[in-house]
């Protein structure tokens, strides 16, 4: 199976028909739909398909039909979770709700004044959850993100809807996004980075991973290591049909070597995948041979 390539998948036509049918006919009915498309994934999507069943059976030890029934949620419930993000971009996000574990974490780091850093996965929706929260805990949260999306669906989603509420801070060869970091770290503001996923030639990290070798990004745990602002590891996992729950760790306040803040944040992984396996959201695999 090859490895993630830094691009996200997904089709214009695909775009465009869901964001029409939010527009005139309402959530509901495009999470109707989204049961037939996310239907043929699950029996055409087999690249995709063969990676959940590996990192099923290889790290939770589940299988058959049980494993099975894992792969169609996650379909349906990524797709869900592409349909809230538009939803949120498009203003219709009234009926969402969500509770918020350890909120208190991140009001605490803003009022320290030194900015935070959000380490996070491919696991549940961030963006929606970050959605959620702008302005009830910040009112600036930059995503630091390779910026490899597939350039005519960016183009209409932006003409669509007005393009992300967040700042994006995308991955340059120049480094130019570490200023980038840092300039929004000394006005206070948040950074979200994804720290699960690496790049064929990037530096990495190998850890233990629920009872399997995987290899991390280096760099997410060098940033957390290397500034003076609290670390918290957020996830935000979808548990009802237009409701999330956000969860918090205890930030880390103190310098780490980025290997210790890697194995911590490991650690919180592991009990994500566990709690909501069916948003495990990694199509190739994750796991060394």
């Known amino acids: 199976m090859n490895r993630w390539d830094g691009k996200t998948k997904g089709s214009l036509l695909g775009y465009k028909i869901f964001l029409f049918l939010i527009n005139a006919l309402g959530l509901n009915f495009a999470y109707g739909l989204l ?30 039909k049980p494993a099975l029934h894992l792969v ?7 797709g869900q979770t592409l349909l809230d993000r538009a939803a949120f971009l498009l203003g219709k996000d009234k009926n969402f709700t969500h509770t918020f574990e350890n909120e208190q974490y991140l009001l605490d780091i803003r009022d320290k004044g030194k900015g935070g850093i959000l380490l996070s996965a491919h696991l549940g929706n961030w963006e929606t959850a970050g959605n959620l929260l702008k302005g009830r805990v910040t ?43 840092r300039n929004a770290l000394l006005n206070n503001e948040f950074v979200a980075i994804h720290a699960d996923r690496y790049l064929e030639g990037a530096k990495f990290i190998e850890l233990d991973f629920l009872g399997k070798k995987a290899k991390f ?65 990694n199509y190739f695999n994750f796991f060394q041979e």
């Open 35 to 64: 049961r037939i498309v996310s239907y043929y994934y699950y029996l055409f999507a087999e690249k995709a398909k063969e990676a959940l069943l590996d990192f099923y059976s290889k790290a939770l030890h589940i299988s058959g």
């Open 72 to 78: 169609r949620q996650n379909f349906f419930i990524l």
């Open 139 to 181: 009112p600036t949260i930059n995503i630091v993100m390779l910026d490899a999306e597939v350039e005519s669906i960016k183009k209409f989603m932006d003409l669509s809807t007005g393009g992300s509420k967040f700042k994006i801070i995308p991955i340059k060869n120049d480094l130019s996004h570490v200023i980038s970091i």
């Open 217 to 281: 990004p280096y760099g997410p745990f060098v940033i957390a290591s290397k500034f003076d602002a609290p670390v918290t590891f957020v996830f935000a996992a979808k548990d009802g049909k237009f409701s999330y729950h956000l969860s918090a760790t205890t930030p880390i306040e103190g310098k780490m070597k980025p290997e210790e803040i890697a194995q911590l944040y490991v650690a919180e992984l592991e009990r994500k995948v566990r709690q909501y396996p069916e948003q495990w959201f």
